[in-house]
């Protein structure tokens, strides 16, 4: 795990965190009012962003990770390198970096499986001067996943 700020960042990095941050302006998020980008970088520098999606039936909502995941492998994707996490509340007030929640962590730890690879997560706050770092396989330790179904 490293934190570290948007300077710092190599070129991909930066690019993939702008993607999170445009994706976010789509949020739909008429309950909690808070604003969640992501971006999903595949193997072969496709970049596809995702936002969260809210429902009058609160369990319903998708969050921007897994809106990103799920519109990757509809268009395709088959194996994803990097994910980056962007958000912010409605009056701009978050100053730490937006990490994903416990459901997210599984859908990405999944797709780290069947891509066969320990995938960079990106969060950031919307300054972008506070970013951290880590891998899937830091966020989510021991996690479940298709391998241990012997699925792969
Ligand atoms: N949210 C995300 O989009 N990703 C996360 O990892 C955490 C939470 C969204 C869901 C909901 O629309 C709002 O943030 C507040 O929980």
């Known amino acids: ?12 990095q930066q690019e993939l965190l702008e993607k999170a941050f445009e994706a976010m302006k789509n ?13 999903i970088l595949s193997d072969d520098e496709r970049m596809v962003g ?6 009058a039936a ?3 909502t998708v969050c921007a990770e897994c809106s990103a995941l799920v519109r990757a492998r509809a268009e395709g994707i088959k194996k994803i390198i990097k994910v980056a996490v962007i958000g912010r509340n ?13 459901a997210c962590r599984q859908m990405i730890f ?10 960079e997560v990106i969060m950031s706050n919307t300054k972008m001067d506070k970013i951290i770092i880590a891998k899937i396989s830091e966020l989510l330790p ?11």
Request: aromatic content about 14%; charged content about 20%.
């Open 1 to 12: 795990m490293k934190k570290t700020d948007f300077k710092k960042l190599n070129k991909v």
């Open 27 to 39: 949020s739909y998020n008429p309950y909690s009012n808070f604003y969640v980008g992501a971006a």
């Open 50 to 55: 995702g936002a969260n999606v809210e429902n």
């Open 58 to 60: 609160y369990g319903t």
């Open 90 to 102: 409605s009056k701009q007030l978050v100053s730490d970096p937006v990490s994903p929640c416990g």
């Open 110 to 119: 999944e797709f780290s499986q069947v891509s066969d690879f320990d995938i």
């Open 142 to 152: 021991l996690g479940f996943g298709p391998k241990s179904f012997d699925k792969i």
